[in-house]
């Protein structure tokens, strides 16, 4: 039992003719693994029992890490459930991704869709789970609650990002980014907003943390993708940045 996929164990303990429940607990194992049961393997007990499996979690150990999203692709919305969000619109965009926005009354908002450098969405009437369906997921962004946002009169700076990009378990930061020095294309125009953009890749994902001040206005977002996402865009309009793309997007589109 112990070392097998939870799939797995619960067909055995359906199959010996007991009642399986699982537990998801943090381990190092793979996620998905059985790592105990209870009562332990090899103990006697009666038919229609209920065995308790531990598993590795599949879930993100944190609701703001949005790398380890792509890892339970059709369990995301079950995953944010217990966290306090619900679907406020869903749907699937031409490409046939998903374009889910799940809200919370005290975490901000998670969205998901192929343009997780974009504020703006598209909401619509449905609230389907359409991740749990197949529908694939592109990209993923968090618009953070304002409780998580430690900024002071001064406004961003790259510590008020590094510090939510802590928050978000992101490593790898290769590029901070500000309104003064960013790769503005002819077709955005330039606003009075203020900016940090931290931008960084994990593997084969790309992520950033922005945090955007304009008058007496604060937001602050992150997003995370596979780094294969910006290759459907002209990057030489920013630079031939990411960064400069998702800061310029997010801020003056």
Known sequence: MVGKD?????????????????????????AGTVVAAD??????IQRGATVTL?????????????????????RVTE???????????SGTGDDGAAEVLYASADKGNITVGSRPFSHSFATGSSTDDVLAS???????????AVSDIAMDASGPTEADA???????????????????????????????????CVYGTMGDYSWSVLVVSEGDSVRASATCAPTS???????????NSI???????????
């Not at 197949?134 to 953070?144: E, K, N, S």
């Open 229 to 239: 996402l910006y290759d459907d865009y002209d990057l030489s309009k920013f630079g």
């Open 54 to 74: 531990q598993v590795s979690s599949p879930f993100p150990s944190d609701y703001r890490h949005l790398r380890d999203y792509f890892d339970c692709v059709k």
């Open 6 to 30: 939870e799939d797995a164990a619960k067909s055995a303990v359906a199959e010996a003719g007991l009642t399986a429940s699982v537990a998801y607990v943090e381990s190092s194992e793979d």
């Open 39 to 44: 009562p332990a393997p090899g103990t006697t």
């Open 134 to 144: 197949g529908a694939p997921m592109r990209g993923i962004r968090l618009d953070f």
């Open 79 to 89: 995953y944010l459930k217990t966290q306090g969000f619900s679907i406020a619109s």
């Open 162 to 196: 590094q510090h939510l990009a802590d928050l978000c378990g992101f490593m790898g930061a290769s590029q901070t980014l500000t309104e003064a020095n960013a790769t503005l294309p002819s077709d955005l125009t330039k606003t009075s907003a203020r900016f940090v």
């Open 243 to 253: 960064c400069d793309m998702i800061a310029c997007v997010d801020v003056y589109e």
